[in-house]
């Protein structure tokens, strides 16, 4: 069974200073894993999505790499503005041939002007 | 918007009541799952759509749930006999037909509250 966790919980970082968020899954037989950010009350809105064959994705400030071996993500954010504050959630498939993705609990990050 | 399009967005219901919620994916996406997301956690899979067909179910979904996309565009989700452990958001999301799990995108959600 998939397990996600994301480390730390919470991160509260000055503004412009850079970032990483971990996470780490126990079966790493995965076909890639998705980067979410979700803002209070509302929905999650896709980031990154990093297939098992790419090590990097990028999209502006924010970079993901995976690595499958150790059972790694981490999402890296570069210049941090109080406008990233929000809770960063990662996601992996459950397992082989499933479509579910298990999700951590997410880091919630804020950014202090 | 062409975005994934939820309906109510806030539900707030006595124990006992049913409730159903409505999901409209982006329009090209033949893939569509339900999630439950309490606070402080992360989303929790409930099911999963390839077009019309309800091919994964989650022990989450007991009896009282149902779940149905009849020409596999919108999909419902009803709960029945509602108790107070249901108030969650609901979270619809879609994806693309591809080889594997793509890119899911999902909506704004449906808080329900079981008073």
């Known amino acids: 069974k998939q397990e996600v966790t994301q480390i730390p919980a919470a991160l509260s970082v000055p503004e412009g200073e850079n970032l990483v968020l971990n996470c780490s899954f126990t079966?790493?037989?995965?076909?890639?894993l998705q980067w979410f950010r979700q803002d209070p009350g509302k929905g999650l809105t896709s980031l990154l999505l990093?297939?098992?064959?790419?090590r990097e994705q990028t999209s502006g400030r924010l970079n993901a790499s995976l690595d499958k071996s150790s059972g790694r993500s981490t999402l890296y954010i570069a210049a941090s503005q109080p406008g990233d504050s929000a809770t960063y959630l990662c996601?992996?498939?459950?397992?082989?041939?499933?479509?579910?993705?298990?999700f951590g609990k997410g880091t919630k990050l804020s950014v202090i002007p | 918007d062409t975005g994934v399009s939820q309906d109510p967005r806030h539900k707030i219901t006595k124990r006992g009541q049913n409730v159903t919620f409505r999901c409209d994916p982006i329009?090209?996406?033949?893939?569509l799952y339900w999630y439950r997301q309490t606070l402080g956690q992360g989303p929790e899979f409930l099911t999963y759509f390839q077009n019309e067909a309800q091919l994964e179910k989650s022990r989450l979904l007991s009896d009282r749930f149902s779940a149905e996309r009849p020409k596999g565009s919108f999909s419902t989700l009803e709960i029945q006999r509602t108790e107070q452990g249901d108030s969650a958001m609901y979270l619809c999301?879609?994806?693309?037909?591809?080889?594997?799990?793509?890119?899911?995108?999902f909506g704004e959600g449906s808080r329900l509250t079981v008073l």
């Open positions: 079966d790493s037989a995965i076909y890639n």
């Open positions: 996601a992996a498939p459950s397992g082989a041939g499933s479509y579910q993705l298990t």
């Open positions: 999301a879609s994806s693309p037909q591809t080889v594997r799990t793509g890119e899911l995108f």
């Open positions: 990093i297939q098992s064959s790419q």
């Open positions: 329009s090209e996406h033949n893939r």
